[in-house]
C-alpha cells in the first residue's frame, strides 16, 4: 500500500492551499484517512480525517477554515485549507488504516509535504 500526497506549497496569510493523498496498492477496506501536521516546537496533531462511512474529524486550530472530502472511490483525499495563517506552517502527512487482503487495520503514512504560512 502507499499513499501519495501532493500539493503544498508557500502562501500568504489568509490564503488557500489543497492537499491531496491517493491511496494505491493491496486495499481491501479503507477505514479511515486524514491528515496529521508536525509544526515547528509542536508533536504532532490531527488536522482532519474522515472515514469510511463519511464521519469527519477536525482539530479546533482548523475547524471553519479546513474542509476534507474525498473521491467517489473512496482512495483520494482532499484538504481544502482556506484562511491559513502562519501557525499551520507544518509538515503534512497524510495517514490511512486500511485492511489489506493480507491484514487488519494497519496504518500506513505517506509522504509529507511542506505548508508554509507569511504573515
Known amino acids: 500500500v502507499q499513499l501519495q500526497a501532493s500539493g503544498g506549497g508557500s502562501v500568504e496569510t489568509g490564503g488557500s492551499l489543497r492537499l491531496s493523498c491517493a491511496a494505491s496498492?493491496?486495499?481491501?477496506?479503507?477505514?479511515?484517512m486524514g491528515w496529521y501536521r508536525h509544526t515547528p516546537g509542536e508533536q504532532r496533531e490531527l488536522v482532519a480525517s474522515i472515514t469510511n462511512g463519511g464521519t469527519t474529524k477536525f482539530g479546533d486550530s482548523v475547524k471553519g477554515r479546513f474542509t476534507i472530502s474525498r473521491d467517489s472511490d473512496k482512495t483520494t483525499i482532499f484538504l481544502q485549507m482556506n484562511n491559513l495563517k502562519p501557525e499551520d506552517t507544518g509538515v503534512y502527512s497524510c495517514h490511512a488504516i486500511i485492511t489489506t487482503h493480507d491484514h487488519y487495520g494497519t496504518d500506513y503514512w505517506g509522504n509529507g509535504t511542506l505548508v508554509t504560512v507569511s504573515s
Open positions: 496498492g493491496n486495499i481491501f477496506y479503507i477505514q479511515v
